[in-house]
């Protein structure tokens, strides 16, 4: 399970007793995973720049929308990479 640590109960702070939870480092990530590897990312800016598609042939060949390699380029543009 990872390392745990003790934590108050939340319900009330003067409570005495405490519970053990994973910390926040080592617990599993939520959420909503993301639709293009950062390789695949690499691949669309490389492709873009070289012109060897626009946006919504680079959307099909990747099967994803067309806004979500016009996000990829405005963030490498940008120069915060993406994640």
């Known amino acids: 399970m990872g390392c ?5 109960a939340r319900h009330d702070p ?3 007793h405490e519970r ?9 990530a939520t ?11 690499a691949e669309i800016i490389t492709k873009a720049e070289s012109g060897q598609g626009s ?8 099967r994803v929308s067309r806004s979500t ?4 380029l405005r963030e490498h543009r940008q120069g915060r990479g993406g994640a």
């Open 4 to 8: 745990l640590r003790r934590v108050r």
């Open 14 to 16: 003067r409570a005495d």
């Open 31 to 41: 959420g909503r995973r993301p639709s293009l590897t950062s390789q695949q990312r």
């Open 20 to 28: 053990v939870s994973p910390c926040p480092q080592c617990r599993p």
């Open 55 to 62: 946006p919504s042939q680079l959307a099909s060949l990747f």
């Open 69 to 72: 390699v016009q996000r990829v």
